[in-house]
């Protein structure tokens, strides 16, 4: 059991979107509630109207007073009954798309898949760092990553990790913005809008207590995830006999396996160390981009204030993750702990794409920061960053 702290907007994206257009007092409605109040249903039917209503660029970009307006639409008949949920405008919110945080019967809540995902990548990174032999197999067998994965990472159920429900907690909007240096297109900085996205907030409640997060360590709990140890390398054994392995191997993804098992049995003697070592050099790799960026569209003093108060609370011993969209691509990758191998390893295995139809980065760097409007209308505040205590 455990506690979880939402230290700063955090958005881990449904998939679903949908345009301010729906939003009304501060709720949101499907489209076909604001469109029952039109009383004359024709007016629904005149082709310069359902030409803009169709078009996605179009009507995501239509200030909700033009939409009232445009399908007479009488506020004052939309049915507060219908409404999906209520939300919390962070600030005045333009036009625009709104992108979906992930949510059940309408309450927020973390997956316990993102956590356990974060907990995953961060006892790899622990294992490859303290095992040069296991980092040089794993680094020039990358291209056969899932074939290995696949045969190794059955053991990692003995991990569980529940949603975290937030009973009580109103999605709050924030547009959204990436900012970087400037360059031929953008002279004075990057300023790429994101869109706006629903977010947990570390307002009230700030915290969920006894939160189940970690691993189920009992006894029996454990001697099941030795027998699951223990059929891994079996397994192992027989595809060495059968000739699709080598003895190399073998050996080696055995030793994975012990080391996974050995880190998931208790996870309290590795993980806050090498957790925030890992988020110490991302939060100072951060740092020091933002000191670069000549760029007046958003208050880098505030965002480096806030990411030095996070280096104070990582001194202090306590557990900071960063999880969720548009954070940093290094919170989550294993790749920097092969060292200067991993530049040369990035465009072919590690590159994620940097948005639909866009083409794929070509080198790990920081290029951008995604930042968030707040309450004082100005882009001070960075996405993800979550206090845990084991």
């Known amino acids: 059991m455990g506690r979880i702290t939402v230290l700063s907007p955090l958005h881990i994206g449904s998939g679903e979107e949908y345009f301010t257009i729906t939003l009304h007092n501060n709720k949101r409605y499907p489209l076909e509630v604001m469109l029952d109040t039109v009383e004359n249903k024709v007016d629904l039917l005149d082709l310069t109207s359902l030409n803009k209503l169709t078009n996605k660029s179009i009507v995501s970009q239509m200030p909700k007073d033009e939409f009232f307006r445009m399908f007479k639409i009488n506020a004052t008949k939309v049915n507060e009954s219908k409404a999906l949920y209520p939300v919390n405008p962070m600030h005045s919110i333009k036009a625009?798309?709104?992108?979906?945080?992930?949510?059940?019967f309408n309450k927020l809540y973390i997956p316990g898949s993102s956590l356990k995902g974060y907990i995953i990548s961060m006892m790899w990174y622990s294992i490859l760092k303290d095992n040069p032999d296991i980092r040089e197999y794993i680094f020039?067998?990358?291209?056969?990553?899932?074939?290995?994965?696949?045969?190794?990472?059955?053991?990692?159920?003995?991990l569980i990790v529940r949603d975290i429900i937030f009973d009580s907690h109103i999605p709050s909007l924030f547009e959204a913005k990436s900012f970087g240096k400037s360059s031929p297109r953008y002279p004075n900085g990057v300023d790429i809008p994101i869109g706006i996205l629903e977010c947990i907030t570390p307002n009230t409640p700030l915290k969920e207590e006894n939160i189940e997060i970690i691993v189920n360590n009992t006894n029996s709990s454990i001697q099941i995830a030795n027998q699951i140890k223990n059929t891994c390398i079996k397994s192992l054994k027989v595809l060495k006999k059968k000739?699709?392995?080598?003895?190399?191997q073998m050996d080696k993804e055995t030793k994975i396996i012990n080391q996974i098992f050995d880190h998931l049995k208790d996870i309290k003697l590795w993980f806050p160390t090498v957790n925030n070592e890992v988020?110490?050099?991302?939060?100072?790799?951060?740092i020091e981009f933002l000191k670069k960026i000549n760029n007046n569209k958003f208050v880098k003093d505030n965002i480096i204030y806030f990411y030095k108060e996070l280096l104070n609370k990582i001194k202090d011993g306590k557990i900071i993750i960063r999880l969720g969209k548009h954070t940093n691509y290094y919170y989550k990758s294993i790749g920097p702990v092969f060292g200067e191998d991993f530049t040369k390893k990035y465009k072919d295995l590690f590159t994620p794409t940097?948005?639909?139809n866009q083409k794929k980065k070509t080198d790990p760097s920081i290029g951008t920061i995604n930042v968030l409007k707040s309450q004082t209308e100005r882009f001070d505040s960075v996405l993800g960053f979550i206090e845990i205590e084991l």
Do not use: F, H, P
Request: charged share 25%.
């Open 243 to 248: 000739g699709k392995i080598s003895e190399d």
């Open 354 to 356: 940097t948005g639909k």
């Open 140 to 158: 020039a067998n990358l291209n056969s990553w899932n074939s290995i994965n696949n045969r190794i990472s059955a053991l990692q159920n003995m």
């Open 96 to 104: 625009g798309i709104v992108y979906e945080c992930v949510k059940t």
């Open 279 to 286: 988020v110490k050099e991302n939060i100072n790799r951060e």
